[in-house]
């Protein structure tokens, strides 16, 4: 028997590709006192997090809220209740949340026609429309705004037009850049949308806010069977996130985390105290700024439509990958990501995402890559 | 545009059917500085978790692990992993937890064959030998040890040996029991647990514990299909949360919800420090303060085989049931359960869960409704 005792922290400086730095008003945020799920200073809060969600996601969506499991539940919530057993589904593969989505799909019995190109590239409007025009019974297109595994940035303009011109939806991964890239779900015409809160949000990992507009509902009322989740079912998740708009009061479906709860409302009136183009605006300088620093050290970007949000870049040569990762976590406290699957060993990936996208954390970073690359 | 403005938190003592009082001590855990799932020392404090869990459990399993999801999550993680499509299946209904448990387990393609005995009863083993008798093809027995909606007790001895008997693994619902009922996974054989952090372990929710024992794991070793869930899916996450026993170390599956890991740490270290069995004494002793109570002032429990960490009790005659909760909560900030489904309008619950089982409480919330029912 392990003798229990209490856990110490260590702080960290979380440069990597999520969790990003919370600030410690969103940290004492989430230790306030725990609610009841119906109680109605719960729901009011509920209330006001989804109102302050749909500003972040600018988006008038009635059925915007944040699920309750971390980013991958978010994704799974969105193609169980948008696909069913046959559906032929096309899905963008650039990375490893393309290839993620793809197996997320397949799983909910889609037929999935996957366009895959190399990774860290990004997917032109005519190669979604070549694909298009092969299956013409595509019921959905789904795709990733900011590749965690690339740091591609995939434009989404003029998008949404080719897709809902073949009747399909569009269905968007912006688990990291919701909150510190543009992103207009509404003018960009995205037909659901998922996001993690552990990234450009700065809040701790734990729920996975995601948006549903008027086409992706009606598909969802137009269903046969029932979605093969219950816990992610949004025909029943939506009557107690919102009264439905029939007055019929809220229903009870699971217990939500209350306390993350709290923290993803604090971390979002921290984002619309900064204001939402002054944040993007933050992640764009201290991009360039790291950029410059990398470059000027002969460190090349792997993308060529890098992210703000995440720097995906090429080992140097002679470089030990892990060995220098430890130095930066064990001499100054910096976590930094290595490569996921086909880039491990080829790659770092260093995030500078909300609260942590700051001068200080670039030219700290800088000086200590400088120092373990010497 | 809504004014962001941070929340400002109210205090309730919550004696519903959970979530149940969070200690300070655990929510100050919880606000502790987020580090990266990856983190050594982050993986230090959740296998901690996870061998603490074991000990509450009273499991040796290795594949002990919280879900990252509330309790609904860890009923759907043993569901999606234990079945597959065409399974025949028995499930145990008397309240709306076994209602649900159907209901998951068809939407993972099992043919369900239920015994549905009257809500607030509890089954017999011959109820469930007659329907495996009639069944002889049958996987899976699925049986709710602590009914939320009906506050009854399941005795769950005996039951393994019926249920291996014919070939089939044991699943139990032990959301409400586990920390404050006697539940013994390894010597009653169960095959596959899951419960909640939000009642008798008195952690916010947001996880669900889960035990998987050998004959679930052959179970399945042995499937021919992938699980529904990506995010569910325990083939891949047995990778993360166990380096599996090969030495290949751990691999990433989704961002675990970290801080709420500080919380289910803290919260089982409280849990130990105390000792399961006085906790579990504790829990017996303050319901019988409150069943003695309440019974002097002629209200009557609903069932027969009362848990101790959810008095479930009708409404008395007269009594106006929205009227009598609303004044509870305004003029004393106590939260008591409503009668769920079939029940609402005719049952109150009263949780004593975790920290809430305190003489203070059963005294208050006596004292309390002696006044509001005059």
Chains 1, 2 share one sequence.
């Not at 990992?205 to 995601?210: A, I, N």
Request: hydrophobic residues 40%; charged residues 20%.
């Amino acid at each position: 028997m392990m003798n229990p005792k209490p856990y110490i922290p260590v702080e960290r400086i979380l440069l990597g590709p999520g969790p990003s730095p919370v600030p410690q008003r969103v940290l004492r945020a989430m230790a306030a006192p725990t609610l009841g799920h119906l109680d109605p200073d719960y729901l009011a809060i509920m209330d006001n997090t989804c109102e302050m969600l749909r500003q972040v996601f600018r988006t008038k969506n009635l059925l915007t809220f944040p699920v309750s499991g971390t980013g991958m539940a978010g994704m799974e919530c969105i193609a169980v209740n948008m696909i069913e057993p046959g559906d032929e589904v096309i899905v963008c593969v650039n990375g490893v949340f393309g290839t993620r989505m793809k197996d997320v799909m397949e799983r909910c019995g889609a037929i999935v026609h996957a366009i895959e190109i190399t990774w860290s590239d990004v997917f032109t409007l005519e190669q979604i429309k070549t694909v298009l025009d092969q299956h013409p019974k595509v019921k959905l297109v789904g795709i990733v705004h900011a590749e965690t595994s690339t740091g591609a940035h995939q434009p989404l303009e003029g998008l949404a037009e080719l897709v809902h011109g073949r009747g399909a939806l569009l269905v968007v991964d912006a688990v990291t850049s919701l909150g510190g890239h543009e992103l207009c779900v509404d003018d960009w015409g995205i037909d659901a949308i998922y996001s993690g809160t552990q990234k450009c949000l700065s809040c701790p990992p734990g729920l996975s806010p995601v948006s549903f507009g008027e086409r992706a509902l009606a598909r969802l009322d137009a269903r046969k069977s029932k979605p093969q989740s219950w816990y992610l079912d949004v025909s029943m998740l939506r009557k107690y996130y919102t009264d439905g708009g029939g007055g019929g009061g809220r229903v009870y479906h699971h217990t939500a985390p209350i306390n993350m709860t709290y923290a993803l409302h604090e971390a979002l009136v921290m984002v619309l105290e900064e204001g939402l183009d002054a944040r993007i605006a933050r992640h764009a300088t201290m991009h360039q700024r790291l950029r410059n620093g990398l470059e000027g050290m002969g460190i090349r970007y792997i993308p060529k439509r890098s992210l703000h949000s995440l720097n995906c870049i090429n080992i140097p040569a002679g470089a030990d990958d892990a060995g220098v990762r430890r130095r930066l976590l064990e001499e100054y406290g910096i976590e930094i990501g290595s490569g996921l699957g086909p880039m491990a060993g080829k790659a770092w990936r260093i995030g500078l995402m909300g609260h942590g996208a700051s001068i200080r954390n670039v030219d700290l970073v800088l000086a200590a890559l400088r120092e373990v690359l010497r």
